[in-house]
Every structure is written in C-alpha cells, then in structure tokens.
C-alpha cells in the first residue's frame, strides 16, 4: 500500500458557540502519501485509538510534548473499494476504556453524588471512515491550575503496530476560558419537578443546545459556552435567563 493513514480531529462546523468555545470535535481518517500502511486491502486488522491530552499555559509551539493517553477505544479496520477507503468498526459491546482518573460525582471522598460530571467534549464521526455505537462523549481529566489550553491529539495502532503516532495527527486545540456546563432543577409551583421535558438552552450569540431534564427535572449540558443563556422549556413555556458555569 503506497500511503499510511492518520486521525483528524476538528471542531464541528457552526458548533463553536462564542468566539472561545470548542465543545467537541469531529474525528476523520485521511490518507496521505508517506510510509506504507500497516492495514491490507479488503483484510480486516485490529485497530486501536487512543486520545491523548496536554494542557498548556498558551497555545502550544512544541504541540507533541505533553502528551499523555487518556482514553482507547479498539475495533477493527478495513480499506474498502478501490480507492481503499479507511473504514473503523467499533467492537461490539465495547466502550471507551480510560487509562488516566477522571473526576465523576461521587467518585472521590467529600464529593457529593449530585455534582455535576466532569467536563466533557462531544464526540462526532465522519460517516464514511466510522461504524459502530461510537462514544458521544470524552470525559476530560482534571485541569492543572494554570492551563489555559487543552490539545487533544490521536495515536491510532493497526494490528499493535503504531501506524500514527500523536505528533503525525492533527490536533484540536481546546481554550478552557471557554469551556464550562450549566445546569438547573425545574419544579413547578408545587414543587413537583419537570421530569423528563425537553428544553432549549439559547445562548447570547444565538446557538442553542436542546437536551431534556431526567427524573428529578435537572437540565445539564455538559459541555457548555460560559456566559448568560435563557432555559426554554419547550412543552411547559418556561423560560428563565442564567448562565453557564464560570
């Protein structure tokens, strides 16, 4: 094979909610034109991905030192058609394994059960290289006090062959400034709470995210844009002015 393979990571187009906001990112597979491919043509072979962090007082110049795995997510891949189109399946009933701690409510000692979890970005896929019930989410590991940065980066193995290493993959550069979540218990006059209602959390620049309250009528979107938002919610007419985490 005249080409090896890497992962791309951007953000999702028209998803940046304010000028500092990137809530997630859109994974990809490319081709490109040095080295030769761990993967065989109409073969399947086991594949690996693994997201690494690093967090940075400002954007990175050396964007490959840092880096530390946090999560990996195995499946298998195949080179489909004649262009050897690079397509990764998701294992069956397997979810994304986390090599590093991740703060969760109620996981560490004085943490209350009903914090909020860790901030997170969203996950999204390029159709035409990803198969399977992928992750929606990448929880993200505690903050150093002084990072202002988070870069996301992509190491993909092919049967235990590293085929891109980090450094070889596009990154996505997250500023924290604007990374927060929001969340609000709903209850009616009575105190009853708005269980299971959908709503829209409308922000200042015009975005929105649509979610719907659980059981005991909390709206969390997690991630969220920091700064003033208004709750709608859909089917009680609801409608309140509050703001994202800070």
Request: with cysteine; glycine share 10%.
């Amino acid at each position: 094979m005249a080409f090896a393979l890497r992962v791309v990571i951007t953000p999702p187009a028209g998803a940046s909610n304010g000028k500092s906001s990137v809530l997630g990112g859109v994974l990809s597979l490319q081709q490109f034109g040095s080295g030769k491919s761990q993967a065989e043509r109409a073969q399947s072979s086991s594949a690996k991905l693994t997201f690494h962090t690093a967090f940075f007082e400002k954007v990175a110049n050396n964007p490959s030192a840092g880096f530390s795995p946090l999560a990996s997510l195995e499946g298998s891949l195949t080179l489909e058609g004649i262009a050897g189109q690079p397509v990764f399946t998701l294992a069956e009933d397997t979810e994304l394994l986390y090599l590093a701690e991740v703060p969760g409510p109620g996981a560490n000692e004085g943490q209350a059960h009903d914090d909020p979890e860790p901030l997170s970005l969203r996950l999204a896929y390029e159709r035409a290289n990803f198969r399977g019930k992928l992750p929606q989410r990448l929880k993200l590991p505690k903050f150093p006090d002084q990072a202002m940065h988070l870069e996301i980066g992509l190491q993909l193995e092919i049967d235990g062959k590293e085929e891109a290493a980090v450094v070889l993959n596009d990154h996505l550069d997250v500023p924290l400034s604007g990374l927060g979540y929001f969340k609000a218990i709903l209850k009616d006059d009575t105190g009853e709470p708005f269980a299971q209602e959908p709503f829209v959390l409308e922000f200042s620049d015009g975005a929105k995210i649509e979610g719907r309250t659980d059981a005991e009528g909390r709206a969390i979107v997690n991630p969220a844009p920091r700064g003033n938002c208004r709750l709608h919610l859909k089917q009680q007419g609801f409608s309140d002015t509050s703001s994202a985490l800070e």
